[in-house]
């Protein structure tokens, strides 16, 4: 693989209890020569599945590419979350091959694939597909969920979750934005089960789509994995309930590249960008400076105000160039005050 080389994501989709978890660790058991990394965003069992999750690491899926974001919904928190760990794993020596996100059991799936084109990453990650995974008995039951219990005190006991759309929206949204839905516990549901579960399924899907029954996570990784859909380029493809809607959208972001002059003292630097942060709401900075009498370039990366640094390897035969990228909603960026800020600090 090539640095130029987009790595794949699958998004797997689906409510608490329907066998998400159960997915990823045969996945994980299975696979077929890729280097796997493993995001998990499930509220209130994050702990739990993350455990289960670390359990099964191995050399296709070293403990380090499990990663647990339990701090909001992954892509309402895409700064703060999101875009870093992503960012993290590209940059390990060993990248992954192959990087499969679960989402909590309440997330709508398409705010998700948004984020993709997020300019700090949409160079370099795509979505494979996505994988809606949904509990034969519940669906041919009504119930979307296999415990409405279980997913009502989720939905209490997380103040981060500040959309209470109905169960039903939810799993209409799941659906909407599947290329491949998994009827899991398919042993349990039976052939009338089954069956009730693919007629209320097709009924909701805006588009044909395959699905296949599944027990105990169960899959062939060919059928599921390798899918090349580039879904956050198929975004009208995938209608949601939450179309139109501002709390998702993340096309109103900028970037600007600031080019500096050699840095005299790192800390009035950080400082700088510490005060941008609070005073002209950055939200991302990242990049390469050249210190003054220092033969090791200094890598900045900072997310909102926090702000960490350290020199990763000698300039070389490299130019000594000093580059920031700032990344900040669009009516936040000035880029000639976010110039002066960072110039006269690092003069």
Known sequence: MTDLTKIPVTVITGFLGAGKTTLIRHLMANPQGRRLAILVNEFGTVGVDGDILRACADENCPLDNIVELANGCICCTVAD????????????????????????????????????????????????????????????????????????????????????????????????????????????????GLAAARAAIEAEAPRPLPILPMVEGAIDPAVVLGLAAAAEDDLAARPSHHDGHGDHEHDDFDTVVIDLPEVVDPDRLVAAIERLAAERNILRVKGHVAVTGKPMRLLVQAVGARVRRQFDRPWGADPRRSALVVIAERADVDAAAIRAALSEAGA
Not at 89 to 99: E, S, W
Not at 145 to 167: F, K, M, N, W, Y
């Open 81 to 192: 979350a999101f875009i870093p760990t992503i960012e993290a794993l590209l940059a390990r020596p060993a990248r992954p091959d192959h990087i499969l996100i679960e989402t909590s059991g309440l997330a709508l799936p398409k705010p998700l694939l948004k984020a993709f084109d997020w300019p700090a990453i949409r160079s370099r990650i795509t979505v494979d597909g996505v994988i809606a995974v949904a509990d034969a008995e519940a669906v041919a039951a009504g119930r979307f969920a296999p415990d409405l219990a279980a997913v009502d005190a989720q939905r209490a006991a997380d103040d981060s979750i500040d959309h209470e759309t109905p169960l039903s929206e939810v799993f209409e949204d799941q659906i909407a934005c599947a290329d491949i839905v998994l009827l899991s516990k398919a042993d349990l549901a039976g052939e009338a």
